[in-house]
């Protein structure tokens, strides 16, 4: 097990034994925030009932495809070789060991022993071989493949039963492959059939699925935790509409939501019987701009559009003052940030100043949206309009939206959750994007970039993520105006649900126990 | 609603079953018309819908796998999807899977579309008969007794409230309804219809409660003021005041003569009012959030799952069209006169008509 | 003749068109000003967001801090214009093609009788849920799809009206007489039409009223930051116990705009349909 990196903005605390190993860290800050109140100890028995929101897609119950709400039910009925400890930093679980070589090249991963399926069969190299080639097959056109795409699916090296090598496409690093893996990772059986054979090791097995509406899951004995699960049955129910959820819980018809907007929290703060719990996270929330289109793809309008923005306000206003500001980059939890960068300040003196050197003193631009980003952008629109620009919001549905960065597009809402740097900059802008938001290419940056994927040492990395992170404040495409908070909220009858790091508080199934059981 | 019949198919293929003493009613050339037609409408249905969801922008491949996924993976989709070959004969192989019941997939969750549909729709009708089932009985006995009492100040109240509650957006009901019965002191309902889905709807009647009363509040206006304008006009009649004359029970005349009378305009409304129920309710759903129809076909719409899409239409169009058929020909059985003709013409007249739409003086 | 007469009620029909009136002339007095009345710029953020009403704020300030009384002035004027649009261009059409179809009889005819039939048989709002997502959400095309919504509804009025004039005698002799149908038409079909197609037309506003903002509150109505009603309580749904008035201003302005035209249809369908009878 891979001994968890703690880490506080003054400086890097590394645990022995940490030579040689390649450790990513997660998205952990200072110490990870202890729950409140002492809830005593777990007791074991009954049923939990989830409610999660799904608007619009029914979602499957495929490990490596996941959508929707098929991603908190992949929680539970899949285990991965890794899982996010609170602090948010990733830890081995079905894993015993990982090790990357020195030039990132490679990576050893050693499972535990006597893991078991849900139907009995032992976890073996086999099925990890099965599962990262399954994720990774063009054919079943996972939208995840991307995240394991420096992997050579193809030289894959069985050690032995337990043991597997992993080697990266020449050229690309594995630094990476721990955070970026750890998501859709679910590690599943030979014989694994994602409608009629769904097996993983899980915490709970699937009892059954009603897509759009709910699932019911049973307790899987040999879970490789010893004593978890904790409740005997769980139920996850699809909710269309947060206030509808809102109601449930606040009725006793479920005991736990996940991911709870601001105005439902307000509500169920105030309402007996319920807690709310908030994870300060590192979220990110960003305006991506479009390099390619013509305005933007000159510097010093970019740079006027992050000076425009009021991130105090929009933090206010878009997160009802449930976030933290953002400095335009990604990832502060992660040891290799440089925070000696200064706070980008709101100077709109200093952005018509530009906007009027670069030829554009009253640019017209349009801002696309989806349902989340929508708020946000209507904000910075309205701070815009007070300089003199005239941003149009263009909200579109989930479908229309999905549409990854056309050249058309100016501006878009977007965010991902937390992760270390180099797995966000896989998101966002690095060269190997699984899809580059904002057209950016700069050849220094990008040559940056894939020296740190494939540089496991943390010391030896953070200069070049200094140098990548001065290159993506001065002339980068993203306006990272903030980090939010995500809440989950759960009856007071329900223990194991505390603050963390990470945006995956309400999704610890294995952790969650009934006082009353 | 219904339509005047074309011209009588094969009346003389008629002729010659009854000469050969086969014996059909008169109605029989009519229905089979209306048949064809509504076979015709439910294909046209179908066929509009489809092309419309591939005009869709944005394919569906897309939306499946999120902006994330690489265009090599969408491409692969949407050939698994059989997406990328011509629209025709896309259309034409989905209406042969069709004919023999199989409507596809979901492609978003890859469960049958059709029983996905069907359980969907089995909500929304559930709560389209709890709501009639309970309009329906109001609806007479509110009706019959304005009629009788017209113009006292009973029918002026009840007009006012009805007049006032038809005007009322639905989705403004729903809302004060949530506020008046789930919240604040009377929180005695649930403003959620988290429906189990392992249960019929009618073994969670407290979940029907308040979207019922929406629906409820939508429809009786309509069918009382239609029940009580149909009543009126016969009441009217000659043959009432005969009855009258002779001394019959004012009770008897109303119940036992005039009612039936009235019936066939009403069933109309009845239909109507079905359609209403299962048109009024996609903004119910989302309020209450009712797992019906309606909120499906939103939803397939959003995420362009076009087989549930294509599914819902094509099942909902059979119904509208079930129903009308079934109200037209509950019209022409009640009504002697239509019964022994070849082209029945459901409508009593346009002034008539007009009289109705104006909800009676 | 034992039937009961009547009383003559003209009174009652007075009175509820008063009523209509007084209600409609309130709705407009804030709706048809309001963008020039309200105290604040309806899409300026400046309060907190859900904040309560106060000083500068009598309703308090929507989910991103912008004043809700503001917002409410500026909100009436779309849905009040694209439901007079609607209606009057599925009364314009709808009179024209039911009349045509009805005179022209025939295949012409039955094949407009089926296609409103087909149109009938379309699941409510399914059309304007698809075409909206394929064209995107422009008002005047939101417009187009309420007024084909209505359009087989007059369509089925005009015609029957139509048959019930076209087979009377007086139109063969004129006919016979060598008028143009056109002429037919307009002078005798048309006049006939205009008392029916008003009632329609008030209860036609009504069902607009309803529809648009049932759009605009499923989100396929008018885009954001638009102040309008329906938008407004799509946008503030969410907060509906926390900031109560974001959603009720705006469903008590749509409640009396729809009750009080349907007020006044009603008290004029009711006059005419009594002189109807008493001529």
């Known amino acids: 097990m891979i001994a968890p990196l703690l880490l506080d903005r003054r400086g890097l605390l590394a645990t022995a034994g940490m030579t040689g190993l390649g450790l990513l860290a997660g998205c952990g800050g200072a110490r990870a925030p202890q729950a409140g109140v002492d809830e005593g100890k777990p007791r074991r028995g009954g049923r939990l009932r989830i409610g999660t929101i799904e608007p619009t897609q029914a979602g ?171 409740v005997d049955e769980l139920e996850i129910i699809e909710f269309k509409d947060q206030t509808a959820r809102a109601y449930a819980l606040q009725s006793g018809q479920i005991d736990l939501a996940d991911l709870v907007p601001v105005e439902q929290a307000q509500l169920l703060r105030r309402s007996p019987g319920v807690k709310v719990v908030t994870s300060p996270t590192n979220n990110v929330q960003s305006l991506d701009m479009n390099v390619l289109h013509p305005a933007l793809s000159d510097v010093r309008v970019r740079q006027a559009l992050r000076l425009l923005a009021d991130r105090p306000d929009l933090v206010k206003r878009a997160l009802h003052g449930e976030g933290t500001t953002g400095n335009d980059l990604y990832s502060p939890h992660d040891p290799t940030y440089d925070h000696d960068i200064a706070q980008r300040a709101h100077d709109p003196d200093k952005a018509k100043w530009l906007l009027a050197q670069a030829g554009h003193p009253s640019l017209a631009l349009t801002i696309t949206a989806n349902a989340a980003g929508a708020p946000a952008a209507l904000v910075f629109a309205e701070q815009a309009r007070k300089s003199g620009l005239d941003l149009k919001v263009e909200r579109l549905d989930a479908a229309s939206f999905a549409v990854p960065a056309p050249p058309g597009r100016a501006i878009t809402t977007g965010g991902i959750p937390a992760r270390g740097f180099l797995a966000s900059a896989l998101h966002y802008d690095a060269p190997d994007a699984i899809i580059n938001r904002t057209n950016f290419h700069d050849p220094r940056f990008g040559a940056l970039i894939n020296a740190a994927l494939s540089q496991p040492d943390v010391e030896k990395r953070k200069p070049l993520v200094h140098e990548a992170q001065h290159i993506q404040h001065d002339r980068g495409s993203l306006l990272i105006w903030g980090f939010t908070h995500v809440r989950a909220a759960a009856r007071d009858t329900i223990g194991g649900l505390v603050a963390e790091k990470t945006q995956f508080g309400g999704w610890r199934v294995d952790e969650f126990w009934r006082k009353d059981a | 609603m219904a339509t ?269 009012a079905t359609r209403m129920v299962l048109g009024g309710a996609l903004i119910v759903e989302v309020v209450f959030s009712y797992p019906g129809i309606g909120s499906a076909l939103n939803a397939a719409i959003e995420t362009r799952d076009i087989p549930v899409v294509q599914a819902i239409a094509l099942l909902t169009a059979i119904a509208v069209v079930f129903i009308n058929l079934v109200a037209d020909f509950a019209t022409v059985l009640l009504t002697p006169r239509l019964r022994t003709t070849t082209r029945p013409r459901l409508r009593s007249g346009t002034g008539a008509r007009l009289r109705l739409r104006a909800g009676g003086a | 003749m034992t039937s009961r007469r009547r009383r003559p009620n003209r009174w009652r ?130 417009v187009l799809l309420v007024a084909i919504a209505f359009l087989p509804g007059v369509i089925r009025l005009s015609r029957g009206v139509t048959l019930g004039i076209v087979e009377q005698e007086y139109v063969d002799s004129a006919r016979m007489m060598g008028f143009s149908s056109a002429h037919i038409l307009l002078r005798e079909v048309l006049p006939n039409m205009i008392t029916p197609l008003l009632v329609q037309f008030g209860v036609m506003l009504t069902w607009a009223i309803g529809m648009l903002s049932g759009l605009s509150f499923l989100g396929y109505g008018v885009a954001p930051p638009a102040a309008d009603w329906g938008l407004m309580i799509n946008e503030n749904r969410a907060g509906l116990l926390v900031q109560p008035w974001a959603v009720l201003a705006p469903v008590a302005m749509i409640a009396l705009f729809a009750l009080g035209t349907n007020l006044i249809a009603e008290g004029i369908g009711r006059i005419n349909a009594r002189i109807e009878e008493e001529a």
């Open chain 1, 60 to 230: 499957n119950l495929d490990a490596h495809k996941p959508v929707g709400a098929g991603i908190i039910r992949g929680w539970a009925i899949y285990s991965k070789l890794w899982e996010w400890t609170k602090a948010c930093e990733p830890t081995g679980a079905l894993a015993e060991s990982t090790e990357i070589a020195p030039d990132g090249q490679s990576v050893v991963i050693r499972l535990h022993q006597g893991l078991e399926f849900h139907h009995g069969k032992t976890v073996s190299a086999e099925d990890l071989v099965y599962s990262i080639r399954r994720i990774s097959d063009p054919q079943l056109a996972s939208p995840y493949a991307g995240l394991v795409a420096a992997v050579n699916r193809d030289t894959i090296e069985t050690l032995d039963p337990r043991t597997v090598r992993l080697h990266a496409h020449p050229g690309k690093g594995l630094v990476a492959l721990m955070d970026t893996w750890i998501s859709f990772g679910g590690i599943v059986p030979t014989d694994y059939d994602p409608v009629h054979n769904v097996v993983g090791c899980g915490p709970f097995r699937l009892k059954s699925f009603k897509p759009g509406q709910r699932s019911t899951f049973t307790r899987f004995e040999n879970y490789f935790k010893p004593g978890q699960p904790y």
């Open chain 2, 4 to 272: 005047q019949a074309g011209a009588p198919p094969s009346v003389g293929i008629v002729d010659r079953w009854q000469a050969a003493r086969l014996p059909l009613p008169g109605w029989f050339p009519w229905l089979a018309g209306r048949l064809l037609a509504g076979f015709g409408t439910v294909l046209a249905v179908s066929a509009i819908v489809y092309l419309a969801t591939l005009a869709l922008p944005s394919d569906p491949a897309r939306v499946i796998l999120g902006p994330e996924a690489t265009d090599k993976a969408v491409a692969i989709l949407r050939e698994q999807l059989g997406l990328n070959r011509p629209i025709a004969v896309q259309y034409v192989d989905w209406l042969r899977h069709v004919a023999v019941g199989d409507f596809g997939n979901s492609l978003d969750s890859n469960v049958p579309a059709f029983g996905l549909v069907i359980e969907r729709l089995g909500n929304s009708i559930a709560l389209m008969i709890f709501v009639l089932l309970v309009t329906a009985p109001a609806a007479f006995l509110l009706g019959v007794a304005m009629a009788v009492k017209r113009d006292s100040r009973f029918d002026r109240t009840a007009m006012t409230l009805l007049i006032g509650f038809k005007a009322v957006p639905p989705f403004a009901i729903a809302v004060a309804l949530i506020l008046l019965f789930s919240t604040g002191p009377l929180a005695i309902l649930p403003a959620v219809s988290i429906l189990d889905p392992s249960l019929s709807p009618f073994a969670q009647p407290l979940y029907l409660v308040l979207p019922a009363t929406t629906l409820l509040l939508l429809v009786l206006p309509f069918l009382t003021r239609l029940i009580r304008a149909s009543l009126t006009e016969t009441l009217e009649a000659d043959y009432i005041a005969a009855a009258r004359l002779r001394g019959l029970p004012e009770r008897r005349i109303v119940w036992r003569h005039a009612v039936p009378n009235a019936l066939p305009p009403v069933i109309q409304g009845f239909a109507m």
């Open chain 3, 13 to 142: 029909n007075e009175r509820q068109i008063r009523a209509g009136t007084v209600l409609l002339a309130a709705v407009l007095a804030i709706a048809l000003p309001g963008p020039w009345l309200a105290p604040h710029d309806p899409n300026a953020l400046i309060g907190a967001p859900y904040g309560p009403p106060g000083a500068g704020a009598w309703l308090g300030y929507d989910y991103l801090g912008r004043d809700i009384w503001s917002r409410l002035l500026a909100g009436g004027l779309s849905i009040f214009w694209m439901s007079i649009a609607a209606s009057i261009l599925a009364l314009a059409a709808g009179a024209a093609i039911g009349m045509l179809s009805a005179y022209r009889k025939g295949a012409v005819d039955q094949g407009v009788v089926w296609s409103t039939d087909v149109l009938f048989a379309f699941p409510d709002l399914i059309l304007v849920l698809l075409v909206v997502s394929m064209l995107g959400r422009a008002p005047w095309l939101i």
